[in-house]
């Protein structure tokens, strides 16, 4: 098994490992039931301590894509399916005129960029050494605690410890809430809204309702008094920008207590709000409506942590509990304690400062060079207030929109475009800017307007 990991990369060791693993069976380098080196041999190969490949091993146990019995060799799951290669006719093999994307601008959930390498060494040598896992299903209790002192420290909110669970990133964790409140739901998502999220609904075998959504937010007043649950982005509205007023707030607590829908709330990329401070989660507004709050780790610390978590209400949270006990943690133990130690030690909120300088100066970038080249082109342009890099463009005609497209297609530039934010189509672009790295960012302004970079 021939693997390489670098200490210098952001990414921590273990999440390089089992990476590399997992690519290595997607393609087919590694089949069901094939053995793996041992965690004592492989570290030996890399030059890393047992404990990072033991970590690795772990999240593929979780996964499942590892099996590991007493006294036999660690194996890829002998059950695991994979889906086949996609038949087709047969390769074309001439020149492509449009070469393969090397930078995307479609909508992203962003990241903040990486802790420091060093900083991650210490949080995984110091997780290695601690004592053994609690026997807690919902979460390493010193992880729970210390994402509930984050949101006092970084959201001004009070939260129980024990109402909070460990998931493995936004996507899981809307598995999870959804897993606990039934089948065949009727899911309200914002129309339009950022797309991450809302595909993991159909999936999951609950029926997506779009809700109308204006520059304030979800309109309450035309929202359906069936819905089961609603999932809701009020401090940061995609592709606005803005933040849902007081009043809406308000009114929308009100809507679901009397109807007695769930508010899931996304907190997505709120923290790295810089123009206007974040306001607080829905969940502190009101008691007496259910609210379920999605938070991820790979915003603050990175985008390839497949780690979050869920903060429920106080009569949701057996049952959440309840249902990730049964499903099992995805999060492997020394990750977990790894990710407490940089909440506790600051580094985390460090890191949304550095990236609200970061993003400031994107935002600066970009209105001297985007929005010009956008305009030059007679689009109608929409930066959002609250801050961040992204911006929507609405052309005069669908031949602009696609000269436009067709110029940056041919740097190896990918749009967004509206549709994916809309039920009803929307013939516009989404670019984003805010979660590519300064290479790609600075490639992105390039293309868009050459000569013209930050």
Same mark, same amino acid.
């Given at each position: ?12 060791l ?45 999240q ?9 019995a ?32 090397? =930078? ?23 997780a ?14 010193? /992880? ?14 009070? =939260?129980?410890?024990?109402?909070? =669970? ?6 899981e +964790?809307?598995q ?19 797309? +991450? ?6 999936l ?37 920008? +803005? ?12 809507w ?56 429920a ?52 970038? =970009? ?15 929409t ?18 929109r ?24 929307g013939?516009? /672009? ?25």
């Amino acid at each position: 098994m021939l693997l390489s990991v670098s200490p210098e990369l952001p990414i921590p060791l273990p999440t390089q490992i089992a990476q590399q693993i997992r690519l290595a069976v997607t393609n087919g380098t590694l089949q069901p039931g094939d053995t793996v080196s041992s965690t004592r041999a492989l570290a030996r190969q890399l030059g890393v301590s047992r404990g990072t490949v033991v970590t690795a091993y772990d999240q593929l146990i979780s996964e499942g894509f590892l099996l590991a019995a007493q006294g036999a060799p660690t194996r890829i799951h002998p059950a695991l399916t994979l889906a086949p290669p996609a038949q087709g006719p047969q390769r074309d093999t001439r020149p492509r005129t449009t070469p393969r994307a090397r =930078v995307s601008l479609r909508p992203s959930a962003g990241s903040a960029g990486a802790v420091r390498p060093a900083a991650w060494r210490k949080a995984w040598r110091d997780a290695l050494n601690a004592d053994g896992a609690s026997l807690d299903k919902t979460g390493e209790p010193e /992880l729970r605690a210390a994402i509930a002192e984050h949101l006092r420290l970084a959201r001004g909110i009070q =939260v129980d410890p024990a109402h909070v =669970v460990v998931t493995g990133g936004s996507r899981e +964790g809307l598995q999870l809430i959804l897993y606990t409140l039934g089948s065949r739901l009727r899911v309200g998502v914002e129309d339009p809204g950022h797309p +991450g999220l809302r595909r993991v609904i159909p999936l999951s075998g609950h029926e997506v309702v779009p809700c109308t959504t204006d520059p304030g937010g979800v309109v309450v007043g035309e929202l359906s008094d069936r819905l089961n649950a609603l999932l809701v982005t009020p401090s940061h509205l995609y592709p606005f920008g +803005g933040a849902m007023s007081a009043s809406r707030r308000s009114s929308l607590l009100n809507w679901a207590t009397r109807t007695g829908a769930v508010l899931i709330e996304d907190d997505f990329n709120t923290e790295l709000r810089y123009l206007i401070s974040p306001q607080p989660p829905l969940a502190a507004l009101s008691p007496g409506a259910d609210v379920l709050t999605l938070g991820t780790f790979s915003t603050l610390l990175s985008r390839e942590l497949a780690a979050g978590y869920v903060v429920a209400s106080p009569t949701l949270a057996p049952a959440l509990r309840e249902t990730r006990e049964l499903l099992g943690m995805p999060v492997a133990t020394v990750t977990q304690r790894a990710i407490a130690h940089l909440l506790d030690r600051g580094y985390v909120r460090r890191n949304a400062r550095a990236a609200h300088n970061r993003l400031a100066r994107r935002r600066k970038a =970009v209105a001297a060079a985007v929005v010009p080249a956008l305009e030059a082109r007679g689009a109608r342009v929409t930066v959002p207030e609250a801050g961040g890099a992204d911006v929507t463009a609405g052309f005069p005609t669908v031949a602009l929109r696609q000269q436009f497209e067709d110029q940056l297609a041919a740097s190896g530039v990918e749009c967004g475009h509206e549709s994916s934010l809309w039920s009803g189509g929307g013939d516009g /672009l989404v670019l984003s800017f805010s979660h590519l790295t300064d290479e790609d960012f600075e490639y992105a302004l390039e293309a868009i307007h050459p000569g013209k970079t930050a």
